[in-house]
């Protein structure tokens, strides 16, 4: 089976999960070809000879104050198509992966040539984007003409139903993680090199967007460390981050945090982590927190969106409203001020993070690709 997988290359988790899959499903000997504006972040720590790698270009010209990156996604979409003879395209986020595929779907349809195409639902493409008036109507269009929908959490399914009219089912399929590479390394020089004194060491991951809080991190940081000898690593970039660097100036907490910027090999700072602290407004799913939890990071989170999925509250970890940080600072130090109970939360984190394996979750895709293919290639045969 030859596979289009049309993502975003960055760090957020659409991008990451799509990555992963293509990943996965080479390894299982399928071809896969990605194809976006630039090549995506995992590909890069390592070389797969099933995957191919098809850039977006977008030209610039005066005439366009933003170049037109959904034709130009379009276009490439027919070429890889009609080159690589793909059997089908998998999209990821929906905005504007779906729209530009109906397109690509109409120019193939002129020359005898088309491919079904599934949107998989990622979270701020149905939350926030999506909901936006300008979108709306095209992102509605466009969902309900792909073959197959799929979303990351019941959350989101549900919110998406509730947000749109859907005419399709939508199935869940949730994100997942390579246990073989997400695992608590030994790692105890770094941890030494980070925290001297044995001082607990508390993570966020996240692309430090308003929806994610992460002010809120060193909010709960500031309390925990008034109770707990801590220090925080804050990894990841974006529009939020100068406000937590100066709220962690203004609480003389600096020196104790430390702001990591993006990074690709993040399974190494994980593993040296003992809490993961999501505070955030809506989350689809969580992937980074369970990623974490693979590292045997207990997690503090929200109980928005999609986490309650993952994290369950009073074993992996706990669960608070939106912007509770005395719940949240108060859960934090009550599993960091015991080792036995610190053990015991870490313990329970990874056994959860199992259920999500990735040999659980892409089987699920794999049936979704054969039973859309074969339902297309009966509906083309019965329409000629």
Do not use: W
């Amino acid at each position: 089976m030859k596979i289009g997988i049309v993502c975003y290359p960055t760090f957020g988790g659409s991008g990451v999960l799509a990555t992963e899959l293509g990943i996965a499903l080479s390894d299982k000997g399928y071809e896969v070809h990605f194809i976006t504006y630039e090549q995506p972040v995992r590909l890069n720590q390592s070389f797969h000879p099933n995957i191919y790698f098809h850039e977006v270009k977008v030209p610039t010209y005066p005439l366009f104050d933003f170049p037109p990156y959904e034709t130009a996604l379009a276009s490439a979409m027919v070429n890889v198509i009609v080159n690589q003879n793909l059997d089908i395209l998998h999209l990821h986020y929906a905005i504007p992966h779906a729209s530009a595929a109906y397109f690509a779907r109409q120019i193939l349809k002129k020359t005898g040539r088309d491919i079904p195409f599934i949107t998989t639902l990622h979270g701020t493409d149905i939350t926030l984007v999506g909901k936006d008036p300008t979108y709306e109507p095209v992102v509605t269009f466009s969902i309900n003409e792909s073959d197959a929908i799929t979303a990351v959490s019941e959350n989101l399914k549900a919110e998406t139903f509730h947000s749109f009219k859907i005419e399709k089912e939508i199935h869940v399929i949730p994100n997942f993680v390579d246990i073989k590479r997400f695992f608590q390394a030994d790692k105890d020089h770094f941890k030494q090199m980070l925290a001297p004194e044995g001082e607990r060491i508390l993570v966020h991951v996240s692309n430090f967007r308003s929806v994610k809080r992460v002010q809120d991190v060193i909010k709960v940081f500031d309390k925990v460390k008034q109770v707990v000898p801590a220090k925080l690593l804050m990894i990841g970039d974006g529009p939020d981050r100068q406000m937590a660097e100066d709220l962690a100036r203004t609480l003389g907490l600096y020196n104790d945090v430390r702001f990591l910027g993006k990074q690709e090999q993040i399974s190494e700072i994980l593993s040296i982590a003992d809490l993961f602290i999501l505070p955030s407004e809506t989350e689809s799913f969580g992937l980074s927190a369970l990623e974490g939890m693979a590292c045997s990071v207990p997690l503090i989170s929200t109980n928005a969106g999609g986490l309650p999925e993952i994290n369950v509250d009073g074993e992996t970890g706990f669960m608070s409203n939106v912007g509770d940080i005395e719940s949240m600072s108060r859960n934090a130090i009550y599993i960091l001020s015991d080792e036995d109970r610190l053990q015991n939360f870490k313990k329970a984190a990874i056994n959860q993070a199992r259920k999500f394996e990735k040999q659980h979750v892409i089987p699920r895709y794999e049936r979704l690709y054969c039973e859309v293919i074969a339902a297309y290639k009966a509906g083309k045969a019965v329409a000629g």
